[in-house]
Every structure is written in C-alpha cells, then in structure tokens.
C-alpha cells in the first residue's frame, strides 16, 4: 500500500477491507504520516496498543517520496533534484513569500509540448510521475527540508493536464485537512493551454483551486512559434474554454506571459494582450524571460517592460511584474532541467 497515493477515505477503505480496521486507526496512521512525517508511526499510541495488527500492518505500508540527492540554494530559493526508484530525476523550487513558502512542483520527467523558451520542453518526454511521486515532493519539502509549506504550483517540470488524474488526486491529498491540508485556494495548476484538461477540471467539484495559463503571445503566428501547442488549440479554443469554465465568486485566472525582447514585447503586443484577456477574469504576470540553452533571446529592459506593463494597466489589466530569481540555479521560470 503506497500511502502517499491515498486520501483519508481511501486509507479507511483500505485498512477496513485488509484489516477490518476503521477511521481510528487511519486517521491515527495519516496524522503521523502526512502531519508529522513520522516513518515510525508505530509507535504512537493508538499502534502500540494493538501489536499484531501493527506488525501486519507495517509490512503493507509504503513511504517512499523519492530520495532528495542534491539541493542548490540562491538566498532563500531552494530547487531540490529527487531521485526516484528508477533512477529518473526531477526538480522542485521552494520560493519565499513574505510570509510563507511556496512549493514548484513537478507533474512529468521532462514534458511533451515542447516551449521553445523552456529547458524541460528540449529535453522531450520520458514519463509521468505517479501519484506518490507528486505528493512525494510536499513531504520532503515538509519534512526532509523542513520548509514551512502553504502554497502550491504546479509550475515545475511537465504540463499538469497531461497526467490528469494523478495531478488532480496528487491535490485532494494535498488538500486532505487531516493531512498535508492545503488550501484548494493555496493551490495553482498551470497550462499551456489543454482544453480537454480545463473542460474535465470545470465539471470537478474542486471549488478554489487556481488555473494558471502560460500565455506568453496574443497572436497564433507568435504563439504556436513559442508553444507548439498553440497549433492544435489556438487562442480562441482557449478562450472559449475559460469562458466556459466556473469560476468561484471574485475568482480569476492566472495569466503568465514571458517578455521576450523583440518578439512580444512591443506596443502593440501589449494592447493585442489586453484586448485577448479583456472579457475574462485575469491577474496578469509579466515575468522577464530567462537564459535557457538554444534560445537566443533576452528579456526587455526594466523600462520597456514597465512600459508594457503601463499600457496593459491603462486598458484596465491588473498586472503583477515579477522579479526573476533563482537564475544563478537555473531554477527560473522555464530553467528547470538545465544543469547549474
Ligand atoms: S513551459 Fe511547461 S508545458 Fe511548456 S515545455 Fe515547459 S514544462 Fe512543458
């Protein structure tokens, strides 16, 4: 029984058909484990008071969240690489807040969409990451690293809605308030546009979890030359989507779009943006591009991306400008799987 692949529910289903146990037990076997991170779980109270059950019991559980083999660090960003048992790795980044941490999470080794501005899109596909594997990386956040997790995004390494269920039951244990207990609100999935992903998340009852899009171009020329994606599923498909999709009451969708000096960062970039995000709900991040290998752009001056960000402000877009960081260990925005 892999534990880090099941909601409290499932747990109680599990223990009850193999052991003819119930809630108190899982419940005990979930606070030790998701909470605490506790591996000897027997020895708390409710186990030690039971001890053929717990010696059964201690041979079907598996906790295995991947072995945490290198970490780089750039003042308080951590990207931290995890072995898994087959020997694939891959990358998460812990990000300060101003009162918390946030965790970038990985869905995939390597990712299949192929963004020319992103490092995990040259390196190709090679697998999705299971459910543990996902869960896996908030445990040893949490409990390897000792990060004070609350935030989740799933930003790291591989397109979320292309290894749907495991992501979305990877969030309802993050979610799980017996557990890990993330807020759906404290959680993000991003994508580079996947109607059919956005069309199956709209008909889950998962009321507050954030959708993220990586935008990066208003125009289907620029953007199915960035994103690959865009030529199956151009802008308007995807605006047809989000049109579609229920939002909760003042919720709003994220937008990320990357400035890259020369290719959408002009004037009329930023007015063609403002007109595309116009009828929908939108915070806008304006996030300067950052050194990949094989692409030879930059991002815009300080100046020319106020400028964009003015002019989008003007047309009545709330727009974040964020600072890049974690660039000296390649754990920027579209760095991850680059060597530091
Ligand atoms: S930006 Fe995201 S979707 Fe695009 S290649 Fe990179 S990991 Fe995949």
Redesign the pocket.
């Known amino acids: 029984m892999q534990i880090l692949d099941l909601t409290l529910d499932q747990l109680t289903g599990r223990l009850n058909q193999t052991f003819g146990k119930g809630r108190f037990h899982a419940t005990a076997l979930y606070r030790e484990i998701f909470k605490s991170g506790n591996p000897n779980f027997f020895e708390s109270k409710e186990f030690t008071s039971s001890p053929a059950f717990t010696r059964q019991l201690k041979h079907k559980i598996n906790l295995t969240p991947g072995q945490v083999v290198e970490t780089f660090k750039e003042n308080n960003l951590t990207k931290f690489i995890t072995k898994l048992s087959d020997g694939e790795k891959i990358e998460s980044v812990i990000i300060p807040m101003t009162n918390h941490q946030t965790l970038c999470v990985s869905s995939?080794v390597?990712?299949?969409?192929?963004?020319r501005?992103?490092?995990?899109?040259?390196m190709g596909f090679k697998r999705n990451l299971k459910i543990f594997e996902i869960t896996g990386q908030l445990f040893n956040a949490r409990f390897t690293l000792k990060e004070k997790i609350k935030n989740i995004v799933f930003?790291?390494?591989?397109?979320p809605f292309?290894n749907f269920d495991p992501v979305i039951q990877a969030i309802r244990i993050m979610n799980e308030q017996k557990g890990f207990d993330i807020a759906l609100r404290h959680i993000t999935v991003?994508?580079?546009g996947l109607i059919n992903g956005i069309e199956k998340l709209a008909g889950m009852d998962m009321p507050g979890l954030r959708l993220a899009i990586?935008i990066n171009a208003a125009d289907d020329k620029t953007r199915s030359w960035l994103?690959p994606?865009n030529k199956t599923i151009p802008l308007i498909s995807l605006k047809k989507a989000l049109q579609s999709f229920p939002l909760t009451k003042r919720g709003c969708f994220l937008f990320e779009y990357i400035l890259i000096k020369g290719l959408n960062d002009s004037q009329k970039d930023a007015i063609r943006l403002a007109d595309y995000i116009k009828p929908l709900p939108v915070r806008l991040n304006l996030i300067p591009c950052n050194p990949v290998n094989g692409f030879n752009y930059e991002s815009p001056c300080d100046a020319d991306m106020h400028k964009f960000a003015q002019t989008l402000t003007n047309k009545g877009i709330f727009v974040i400008k964020r600072w890049t960081r974690g660039q000296s260990v390649a754990a920027g925005c579209?760095q991850?799987g680059q060597k530091c």
Not at 155 to 159: L, P, Q, Y
């Open positions: 995939q390597g990712c299949k969409m192929g963004c501005f992103c490092e995990t899109g040259r930003m790291g390494m591989g397109e292309d991003s994508t580079s990586s994103m994606v579209g991850l």
